[in-house]
């Protein structure tokens, strides 16, 4: 749990080391075609597709995280006609929400085929707590409880004579951190466009190397009358390693019937709206141990699956110049995920096992993007 990604930290300070200003390695300008460009600059600031030139630059922002995975069913109820029913401890929502980080930088670094050569590297950091009670009344034929991870043993609460039916209560906390860092070569327009499109102008091709890792903390906590039946933790940690491929640009409302009020709003207020596809496929390394205490005794299990998943993500963005130096984007990604553990708890007919499931994932965060590099390659404007 909590794992730091180590790539990105290491890659970025690979790049640190040898990437002096790229300046050089690319065809030279005058002052005044730099300028005439600035506007094309600031429009493809995040894929520094701007001047011949284009500078370097860093961004930091905060955010929301949504993140839905899969419900837990840990605990069930046992009926003497139909056997053993798992009861939902935990469900996932599309709402369960929590903080969220992301980081970046990227510097040009010459030609290659006619299209300028961008090096990227980003990261993001979101985490997520979630907390849900259930409740299951013991019957004349039905025995509310748990088995243990192994399958050993289940606990019930204690019937009392001459009382009511027991009744078990579970207390089910899940903590997840979702991280990621990422590497990308970016193929961009040799020249930018500051004008608008009416629908769509694509910028640019990229490729990239990605690490990420939904890490989960799962703590269940059963308990009767009598006080504490039984405690439950489990990690559930799944790493993902892969590559991608993607396109992005400029998209505008203009072209959209009973819309360009919109754009024309956005205009106004000189903002700017983009749009990155990519997709890929990736090694999903899952890594589960639990370990659950009661009065019969402690038992712990631990158990691995590989899966292949692929990973989609449609990421928006609406930008606004602020100064010099420095423009604010409200960035939005939406993932999909076609692999995340779902456990498959031990009872009578078979053993705990790892199964998957698809999810959606989305992240907004308000970026802060800094121009890096000399003050020539930020000709004064009036905002």
């Given at each position: 749990m909590?794992?730091?990604?180590?790539?990105?930290?290491?890659?970025?300070?690979?790049?640190?080391a040898?990437?002096?200003?790229?300046?050089?390695?690319?065809?030279?300008?005058?002052?005044?075609?730099?300028?005439?460009?600035?506007?094309?600059?600031?429009?493809?600031?995040d894929?520094?597709?701007?001047?011949?030139?284009?500078?370097a630059?860093?961004?930091?922002?905060?955010g929301?995280q949504?993140l839905?995975?899969?419900?837990?069913?840990f605990?069930?109820?046992?009926n003497?006609?139909?056997?053993?029913?798992?009861?939902?401890?935990?469900?996932?929502?599309w709402?369960?929400?929590?903080g969220?980080?992301?980081?970046?930088?990227?510097?040009?670094?010459?030609?290659?085929?006619?299209?300028?050569?961008?090096?990227?590297?980003?990261?993001?950091?979101?985490?997520?707590?979630v907390?849900?009670?259930?409740?299951?009344?013991?019957?004349?034929?039905?025995?509310?409880?748990a088995?243990?991870?192994?399958?050993?043993?289940?606990?019930?609460?204690?019937?009392?004579?001459?009382?009511?039916?027991?009744?078990?209560?579970?207390?089910?906390?899940?903590?997840?951190?979702y991280?990621?860092?990422?590497?990308?070569?970016?193929?961009?327009n040799?020249?930018?466009?500051?004008v608008?499109?009416?629908?769509?102008?694509?910028?640019f091709?990229?490729?990239?190397?990605?690490?990420?890792?939904?890490?989960?903390?799962?703590?269940?906590?059963?308990?009767?009358?009598?006080?504490?039946?039984?405690r439950?933790d489990?990690?559930?940690?799944?790493?993902?390693?892969?590559?991608?491929?993607?396109?992005?640009?400029?998209?505008?409302?203009?072209?959209?019937?009973?819309?360009?009020?919109?754009?024309?709003?956005?205009?106004?207020?000189?903002?700017?709206?983009?749009?990155?596809?990519?997709?890929?496929?990736?090694?999903?390394?899952?890594?589960?141990h639990?370990?659950?205490w009661?009065?019969?005794?402690?038992?712990?299990?631990?158990?691995?699956?590989?899966?292949?998943?692929?990973?989609?993500?449609?990421s928006?963005?609406a930008?606004?110049?602020?100064?010099r130096?420095?423009?604010l984007?409200?960035?939005?990604?939406?993932?999909y995920?076609?692999?995340?553990?779902e456990?498959?708890?031990?009872?009578d007919?078979?053993p705990?096992?790892i199964?998957?499931?698809?999810?959606?994932?989305?992240?907004?965060?308000?970026?802060l993007?800094?121009?890096?590099?000399?003050?020539?390659?930020?000709?004064?404007?009036v905002?």
């Amino acid at each position: 749990m909590r794992k730091i990604p180590y790539l990105f930290v290491v890659s970025l300070l690979g790049v640190a080391a040898f990437a002096t200003p790229a300046f050089s390695e690319v065809p030279d300008i005058n002052y005044r075609d730099r300028a005439s460009h600035y506007d094309g600059w600031t429009a493809g600031w995040d894929t520094g597709f701007g001047s011949s030139a284009a500078p370097a630059y860093a961004y930091i922002g905060g955010g929301v995280q949504f993140l839905s995975l899969p419900d837990i069913k840990f605990t069930g109820k046992d009926n003497i006609n139909n056997g053993f029913r798992r009861q939902t401890n935990s469900s996932g929502d599309w709402l369960d929400a929590g903080g969220a980080l992301d980081f970046g930088f990227q510097h040009p670094f010459g030609w290659w085929g006619g299209h300028r050569v961008i090096v990227r590297l980003n990261g993001f950091w979101s985490n997520v707590e979630v907390g849900d009670t259930t409740r299951c009344t013991n019957t004349a034929t039905t025995f509310c409880g748990a088995f243990d991870p192994t399958g050993e043993f289940f606990v019930t609460p204690a019937f009392q004579f001459g009382g009511p039916q027991p009744t078990l209560r579970t207390r089910t906390d899940r903590d997840t951190d979702y991280w990621g860092s990422q590497a990308s070569v970016i193929l961009g327009n040799p020249r930018p466009n500051a004008v608008k499109p009416n629908f769509y102008r694509n910028d640019f091709f990229l490729a990239g190397f990605d690490v990420r890792g939904i890490d989960q903390d799962n703590r269940l906590h059963g308990s009767d009358r009598g006080g504490t039946l039984f405690r439950y933790d489990e990690t559930l940690d799944t790493t993902y390693t892969g590559g991608y491929i993607g396109f992005g640009g400029e998209y505008s409302f203009g072209f959209i019937p009973g819309l360009k009020s919109v754009g024309g709003f956005y205009d106004r207020l000189g903002i700017r709206t983009f749009v990155t596809v990519k997709g890929g496929l990736y090694n999903a390394d899952t890594d589960y141990h639990g370990r659950f205490w009661s009065a019969p005794g402690t038992t712990k299990l631990s158990e691995s699956e590989n899966e292949l998943a692929f990973i989609g993500t449609v990421s928006l963005e609406a930008r606004k110049q602020v100064g010099r130096r420095t423009s604010l984007s409200l960035w939005t990604d939406y993932e999909y995920i076609s692999s995340v553990p779902e456990m498959r708890y031990a009872n009578d007919n078979h053993p705990t096992r790892i199964e998957d499931d698809d999810i959606f994932a989305s992240r907004t965060t308000l970026r802060l993007n800094i121009g890096l590099g000399p003050d020539e390659f930020y000709p004064e404007r009036v905002y």
